[in-house]
């Protein structure tokens, strides 16, 4: 089964963000692909170098879980509008298009928007 999780919101100031990447996480298996793609705000979330306090939550360290098992990919778009280069994106994460997002949409079994 190929599942795309689109999350939308900020690493941090709402949970939006936090709770997909737990959704995607627990569902990444030998029997479920799951792509993530990163839109307007939240491609800060794939942002490598955050520092958070200790004891909470570090989308950094969840961004990359999700990779490990499947697609991390950007809206090129978003992380011009927000000054991200490729530079600052995380080991695995990589630059997308609308039309790469169309493809995985239509090949997706499920799609779940964050």
Do not use: H, W
């Not at 795309?4 to 941090?12: A, C, F, H, S």
């Not at 995607?24 to 839109?39: E, I, P």
């Not at 499947?70 to 280069?85: H, I, K, N, P, Q």
Request: glycine fraction near 8%; aromatic fraction near 6%; include cysteine.
């Amino acid at each position: 089964m190929n599942i795309l999780v689109i999350l939308n919101d900020p690493p941090y100031g709402s949970e939006r963000s936090y709770n997909g990447l737990r959704l995607a996480k627990a569902l990444g298996n030998d029997q479920t692909q799951v792509s993530l793609f990163l839109m307007a705000d939240a491609v800060t979330c794939a942002k490598q170098g955050q520092k958070v306090p200790q004891g909470f939550y570090n989308i950094e360290l969840m961004v990359k879980a999700v990779g490990r098992k499947g697609a991390v990919l950007l809206c090129g778009t978003c992380m011009d509008a927000r000054g991200l280069t490729d530079a600052e994106l995380l080991e695995g994460a990589r630059r997308s298009t609308l039309q790469e997002l169309t493809d995985l949409t239509r090949d997706a079994d499920k799609v779940l928007v964050f």
